[in-house]
């Protein structure tokens, strides 16, 4: 029989175990706590990215030359190291390897932190590339290398700068101070990866096209486009034809869904076509365009419209992790391939892209727009956002690819 004293001393001495296993735990679970904190801080202050190059053709290996040299540049300033890692991709890799894209060149990218690109392609009219069959050709890498990175989201700013106000086609009342978007275009779904078919129908030719969208993939992109508005001024335009489109409807209550993650950004539907008036009415009210693929594709380039040079326009493609493609929005210029006068600037705004998106590095992406904005404010330009009237000419100075990297270098605060 346990008497009482037994009992009182077996409770004390199973307390006493108790005690010790909570303290133990608190013990781990403490431990886990600032092994966590220790791994955060070390995401936080990586210090060496891998990041893919694909130089490509025309144009592209001087652009690029300029933005690595910006890259390492803001490196040294800021306390980062860049590695690069050449990739072929376009007419160079047909030359070297007969396809314009390797497996080995896809993994390559697969394994960045993120791929910085020049262009690709050559005269289409005259180049050998052109006579391969479509598959072959240059183009056929970069798409290729989308799909295999699953980029479906793709990223176009659209800034007017000051000193290139001229070059914008909108009456000066409209421009005001200037505007500043992002158009964010979903990249992979909609009516350009559809069934198709062209067939005769009673005697008659008839196309279909399909538009399909799954909510899954509304999501992802709407995802992706409030994260962008909240490093920005937090506002999104979801654009969308959703008094005639099923597919709009089902975007727009996506939309609705996700926006209710991000109380801090607001947002707004519009139709297409009342967008399309606005981006030249009132292109100041924009913030970040959140569209599909065929919308986006129009409005996007109505945008860069209205923003001047080719040479300045920077663009990114992301998936749904941190990686993205960076690329300027022009092609590779074959006409003035090899003569030292290309815009680097497009490139190095897409590695400022880069910095901020893939790399959370905010400030170091911040330092090169400014260092591009006081560049031009001090007057020097490439020769394709040189002033078309005389008279303006005498008040700037034009410099070539290198001279224009180099200046942005030196004006990196
Ligand atoms: N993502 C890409 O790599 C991409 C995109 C578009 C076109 N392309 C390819 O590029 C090749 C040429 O195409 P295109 O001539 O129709 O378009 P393009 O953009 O290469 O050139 C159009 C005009 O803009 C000028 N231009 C372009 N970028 C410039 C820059 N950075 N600085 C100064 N001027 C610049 C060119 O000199 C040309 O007069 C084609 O093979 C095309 O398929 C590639």
Redesign the pocket.
Known sequence: MINNIEILFLLLYYSKELLETVYRLRATLTKLRYLDILRGNERKMKMSYHVGVIS?D???PE?VAEAKKVLDAVGKKFGHEFEYEDILM?GCSIDATGVPLTDEAINQAKNSDAVL????????AT?PWYKLSPELR??AG?LKLRKSLNLFANLRPAYLYEELKEACPLRDDIIGDGFDMMIMRELTGGLYFGARETKEVDGVMTAVDTLTYNENEIRRIAKRGFDIAMKRRKKVTSVDKANVLDSSRLWRSMVEEVAKDYPQVTYEHMLVDNCAMQLVKDPKQFDVILTENMFGDILSDEASMVTG???MLSSASLNDTKFGLY??????????AGKG????I??ILSAAMMLRYSFDLDKEADAIEKAVKQVLKEGYR???IMPQEEGKKAAVKQVGTKEMGDLIVQHLQ
Do not use: Y
């Open positions: 490509g025309g144009i592209g652009i376009g690109m020049g262009s690709i392609g050559g005269n289409t180049s240059p183009e970069l040079s080719i040479g690329e300027p929005s022009g092609g590779s210029a074959p006409d003035i006068i290309a815009n680097p497009a490139t490439t020769i394709d």
